[in-house]
């Protein structure tokens, strides 16, 4: 795995082999934060990454200056490697060891960007929970965007808040935001 941009531009990281985890692609996780990069300035958002697993996101966002980023994980090893390498790269990343659900049904965070990548084998609905959850607790911001990152077989377009797809390979990254009235009409 390979840090894109920002201040460790080209940074390899190699995570444990014992990590349960699938990181994103370096050309999906390209693409993406190329479209990011023409909706944000990255040192002026929050960001929660859910699912977090190696921390890839994490640190990507980090990286290219954002303060306020929040990594949650149920798995103990996956957060002691994010804690280790934030605090190599002096990253201020703040980890929660926790099941994703119980953490978005307890935070009182609002964040400009939540960054979700559940297991691809997770079934339709298990996506679109997280979704139901972020919209119900107005986990972001009003110019917000929630990406929730899956395989090309999961359709999540039915979503009242499915803005677009981008499509790298046999990823996808889904992208929920608030719609105003005029949209609907």
């Known amino acids: 795995m390979r840090i894109i941009?920002?201040?460790?531009?080209?940074?390899?990281?190699?995570?444990?082999?014992?990590?349960?985890?699938?990181?994103?692609?370096?050309?999906?996780?390209?693409?993406?934060?190329?479209?990011?990069?023409?909706?944000?300035?990255?040192?002026a958002i929050s960001v929660i990454d859910l699912f977090?697993?190696?921390g890839n996101?994490?640190?990507?966002?980090?990286?290219?200056?954002?303060?306020?980023?929040?990594?949650?994980?149920?798995?103990?090893?996956?957060?002691?490697?994010?804690?280790?390498?934030?605090?190599?790269?002096?990253f201020d990343i703040n980890s929660f060891k926790s099941d994703v659900y119980s953490f978005l049904e307890k935070t009182t965070l609002q964040v400009d960007i939540i960054f979700a990548?559940?297991?691809?084998?997770?079934?339709?609905?298990?996506?679109?929970?997280?979704?139901?959850?972020?919209?119900?607790?107005?986990?972001?911001?009003?110019?917000?965007?929630?990406?929730i990152e899956h395989s090309k077989n999961t359709n999540l377009s039915q979503h009242k808040n499915h803005s677009y797809d981008k499509r790298y390979g046999g990823n996808v990254f889904s992208f929920f935001e608030y719609k105003n009235e005029e949209e609907d009409l």
Do not use: W
């Open 5 to 43: 941009s920002g201040k460790h531009k080209g940074r390899r990281l190699q995570a444990p082999k014992n990590l349960p985890v699938r990181p994103t692609t370096d050309m999906a996780k390209e693409g993406l934060f190329n479209v990011l990069n023409n909706h944000f300035y990255f040192d």
């Open 52 to 54: 977090a697993g190696t």
């Open 57 to 90: 996101i994490s640190y990507e966002f980090a990286s290219r200056g954002s303060k306020n980023v929040v990594a949650v994980d149920e798995n103990y090893n996956c957060i002691k490697y994010i804690n280790s390498i934030s605090k190599e790269l002096n």
């Open 117 to 147: 990548d559940p297991p691809y084998h997770f079934e339709t609905e298990k996506f679109l929970q997280i979704v139901d959850i972020v919209f119900e607790k107005e986990l972001i911001t009003e110019e917000g965007l929630l990406i």
